[in-house]
């Protein structure tokens, strides 16, 4: 299981734009990818529904943790996490 | 499963594709549709029967049962206004009907302060091809806008 830990730097959070590259990068991946909130109460959502993205609202400086598991889940999670972490 | 979508405001339906935000005029949010809202003040309406996962004052999810989500967004970079000239009607969790009022807000404060009103409608995490019927032209609050198969 590969994870990556990402402080979030855009000034709307993962909304709007920032959260439907996100999801559209996550979704051309052929495993699960998950993404979950630090200091969020909630399990890990799909970070392929925007519905669990937008109901995630993860904010400005918030950190998150994106975790996928097999062939190529380095390369997913370093494209996902350099849109998490674009200003 | 057809799932009617209603106009949560009246105004004009127009395409997704005539919002002057290319993150919904490409879709990158979800098929849909958008209404350029009359200009006066009222409520914003649930477009579908469901609980409202995400309620920003500027924009909310509510997602059915069958657990479809459709996104209301309140006008076009709204997030900037912090909150200013939106009132909750309603709080995050609470289950709402299709056609129950879930915002305050008045679509020409908005344009007044430089920002267009139109107010996308999203069906999330579905191709566009789910996307039916979707009206163009006048429509009353509660109206159906588009169909979802």
Redesign the interface.
């Known amino acids: 299981m590969a994870e990556r830990k990402i402080t979030v730097e855009s000034e709307v959070g993962l909304h709007a734009r920032p959260a439907a590259t996100f999801v559209q990068t996550a979704t051309k991946a052929a495993m699960d990818v998950t993404i979950a909130k630090m200091g969020g109460t909630g399990a890990p959502v799909n970070a392929k529904s925007i519905l669990s993205v937008l109901a995630l609202d993860v904010r400005h400086g918030d950190t998150i943790i994106i975790t996928a598991d097999g062939e190529g889940a380095d390369a997913v999670l370093d494209q996902l996490a350099a849109i998490a972490s674009a200003t | 499963m057809l799932t009617p979508v209603l106009a949560p405001m009246a105004g004009a339906a127009i395409s997704l594709s005539a919002v002057p935000d290319?993150?919904f005029s490409q879709a990158?949010?979800?098929p849909g549709a958008a209404i350029d809202p009359a200009r006066e003040p009222g409520h914003a309406l649930a477009p579908i029967s469901g609980r409202i996962?995400?309620l920003h004052p500027h924009a909310y999810?509510i997602?059915a049962p069958d657990?479809r989500?459709v996104?209301v967004h309140l006008g076009i970079d709204t997030?900037q206004l912090k909150g200013a000239g939106f009132e909750p009607l309603v709080a995050e969790g609470d289950p709402v009907r299709a056609g129950q009022p879930v915002v305050s807000w008045n679509p020409a404060d908005v344009e007044a302060g430089g920002r267009s009103p139109i107010c996308p409608v999203v069906a999330?995490?579905t191709p566009a091809s789910a996307v039916l019927r979707v009206a163009a032209g006048p429509v009353h609050a509660g109206d159906e806008l588009f169909q979802w198969d």
Request: net charge negative; aromatic share 0%.
């Open positions: 290319p993150v990158m949010v979800g996962v995400k999810v997602e657990g989500g996104l997030v999330l995490d």
